[in-house]
């Protein structure tokens, strides 16, 4: 890609600065981890918003970007070696952002490795774990008769969690300090806790310190601006 309005995706989404990073997303779970790091980085960027309604995901110009068809996705017209580059999946784009920005990502091996670790387990976890319990609890699987699908899912969460406490113990963060683990890991709780309502199924009344380790990174003002990251036009 020569440069960036070269991309089929910017005829549905034209971009107002060319020069930025482009964010094509939606605030989930998913979408919030990106909008997030980059509030919490600085990096200028630009974020289009799409529709699931509207079925955005399924649209040529953007399977041209992420053939997968899930948000979010960028291109970063400035990317390694002053190329654009192209990338989905929430997780590889927490890490690439770190590594642009140098920020929430240590650069000690031990601590930058241990990090990635907390980042995948939440990617391979976390994530479709939660969002399945989600789908069983809230959304058209409790019409399900068997309800071994979402004991199953219940069930796993609850383990999830209490890994996630225990990691917790005697710290603030996931890791030493403020990371892309966090960033990651966060919004997924606080799905599960305020969109979901399951956290009366999952054991949350036992566990020690996920709910204020939660509490803290809602607090902090880049988390609560990248929340609502691409805004609705």
Same mark, same amino acid.
């Given at each position: ?21 482009? *964010?094509?997303? *939606? ?31 399924? %649209? ?49 091996? %031990?601590?930058?490795?241990? %990090? ?74 606080? %799905? *599960? ?41």
């Amino acid at each position: 890609m020569a440069q960036l309005t070269d991309h089929p995706i910017t005829r549905r989404w034209p971009p107002k600065d060319p020069g930025v990073l482009q *964010l094509y997303s *939606l605030p989930t779970p998913n979408g919030m981890k990106v909008g997030i790091m980059l509030e919490e980085c600085g990096l200028p960027y630009e974020g289009h918003r799409l529709s699931f309604a509207d079925n955005d995901q399924t %649209t040529p110009e953007f399977l041209a970007l992420n053939p997968n068809n899930k948000i979010p996705a960028i291109i970063d017209p400035d990317g390694p070696g002053g190329e654009a580059l192209e990338l989905f999946e929430s997780g590889a784009i927490l890490l690439y952002l770190a590594d642009k920005s140098g920020q929430f990502l240590s650069q000690d091996p %031990t601590e930058r490795w241990h %990090t990635i670790q907390w980042v995948m387990w939440q990617m391979g976890g976390v994530g479709p774990m939660f969002g399945q319990l989600g789908f069983f609890h809230k959304f058209a699987g409790k019409e399900i008769e068997d309800k071994r699908p979402h004991e199953r899912y219940r069930s796993e969460s609850e383990r999830l969690l209490k890994v996630l406490d225990a990691r917790l113990e005697g710290r603030d963060w996931i890791m030493a300090d403020y990371s892309i683990a966090d960033i990651a890991t966060a919004p997924w709780v606080r %799905t *599960l806790r305020e969109f979901y309502g399951a956290t009366d199924i999952v054991g949350w009344d036992g566990l020690k310190n996920v709910p204020a380790w939660l509490d803290r990174f809602l607090e902090r003002p880049g988390v609560q601006r990248g929340m609502s990251v691409p805004p609705e036009n």
